[in-house]
C-alpha cells in the first residue's frame, strides 16, 4: 500500500531493549500513517509502555530507530518535541493527587502548558478553549469542582481535555478505561470515539488488553507478546481469533458487532487449575 503524500506520524524500525540481561523489545518495527489510529494490544509485561516510553524519549532503545512527527530521536530536541505529544495515564492522576484544591477547569488549562499547575498567564481565548473541551467530553458542569471530588470516569475525560489543550499531533491514551465502572467506561468510549472521528484531531494510540475497548475509528491494531510483534495492520486482519490467542495465551472467540470486537473466552481445562479442599 503506498502512502503517497501521507505524513507519517510515527516510526520504529527495528527497535530492541534490554533491561538486567533480559529481552524487553525484540527487533518491534512499527510505522504509523496520518488518518490512522491505532490499538496496541498484550499482556501485561508485553512491552506495551516500553514503547511508550521510547516514543516519549524517555528510554533509548539498544538497538534501531525512533521517529516520531519527522524527528529522528537523536537528532532532536524531545522536550519541545513532547509538547505535540499527549500523554494520558494513570501515573499522571497520581501527580495531581498533590494539589486536591485544583479544580477540573485549572487541571485542564494547565495542560497548556504541561505543568502540574498553573504558574503562567491565561488569556481569554485559553479558557474559550478549555471551556470548550470540557463540554466536547460532557463535563462542562462539574469546572469548578476539585479534582478529588470527580468520579473516575469525570478525572478521565478532564486528563483527556487536558492532553488536547496544547492542540497535539499524536495522543497516546495508555489504558484509559482503567477502573471505570461499565457505564463510565461505555460513556468514555463514546467521547473517545467523537475524538476519533474529528478529521482535524491527533493521531490516537490507544493502548489496552481489553479487546472490547476498540471502537469502530481505531483503524488499526498491534499485537504484541513477550516484547515481540505477533501482528500489525488493519483491525479486522489482526483481530483474528487464532492471532489473539497466541498473543492471550487462552482460546478465544472473536465477534463483530457495530464495527466493535467482541470476545468470548472459550472454557478450557488446561487452564482451570484442580481445587483441593484441605481435609483438617
Not at 470527580?150 to 491514551?173: D, F, H, N, V, Y
Request: net charge negative; charged share 20%; hydrophobic share 40%.
Amino acid at each position: 500500500m503506498s502512502h503517497g503524500e501521507t505524513k507519517n506520524i510515527l516510526s520504529l524500525d527495528n527497535v530492541s531493549w534490554k533491561r538486567n540481561g533480559k529481552q524487553i523489545l525484540d527487533n518491534v518495527s512499527w510505522k504509523v500513517w496520518e488518518g490512522e489510529h491505532w490499538a496496541l494490544l498484550g499482556l501485561n509485561g508485553s512491552g506495551k509502555t516500553t514503547i511508550l516510553q521510547m516514543i516519549t524519549g524517555y528510554l533509548w532503545p539498544n538497538g534501531g530507530q525512533v521517529s516520531v512527527l519527522g524527528n529522528l530521536y537523536g537528532k532532536t530536541n524531545i522536550p519541545e518535541l513532547r509538547k505535540s505529544i499527549g500523554w494520558v495515564s494513570t501515573s499522571l492522576d497520581d501527580k495531581f493527587q498533590f494539589r486536591p484544591s485544583d479544580s477540573a477547569l485549572e487541571i485542564v488549562l494547565s495542560g497548556k502548558f504541561a505543568s502540574i499547575g498553573l504558574y503562567q498567564e491565561i488569556t481569554q481565548q485559553d479558557l474559550d478553549k478549555a471551556k470548550d473541551l470540557m463540554h466536547q467530553f460532557n463535563i462542562g458542569h462539574v469546572q469548578n469542582q476539585t479534582l478529588t471530588s470527580l468520579s473516575q470516569g469525570e478525572k478521565r475525560k478532564a486528563m483527556i481535555a487536558r492532553a488536547l489543550m496544547a492542540s497535539p499531533k499524536l495522543l497516546i491514551l495508555d489504558e484509559p478505561c482503567n477502573g471505570l465502572d461499565i457505564y463510565s467506561k461505555e460513556e468514555l468510549l463514546a467521547s473517545i470515539e467523537k475524538m476519533a472521528a474529528q478529521p482535524d484531531g491527533p493521531t490516537i494510540l490507544y493502548v489496552t488488553h481489553h479487546i472490547e475497548e476498540i471502537v469502530p475509528s481505531i483503524s488499526h491494531t498491534m499485537l504484541l507478546k513477550d516484547g515481540k510483534v505477533i501482528a500489525q495492520g488493519s483491525k479486522r486482519h489482526t483481530l483474528t481469533d487464532q492471532l489473539l490467542e497466541e498473543t492471550f495465551r487462552v482460546p478465544i472467540s472473536v465477534e463483530w458487532e457495530n464495527g466493535r470486537p467482541w470476545v468470548r473466552v472459550k472454557p478450557s481445562s488446561s487452564l482451570a487449575e484442580p481445587f483441593i479442599m484441605a481435609n483438617d
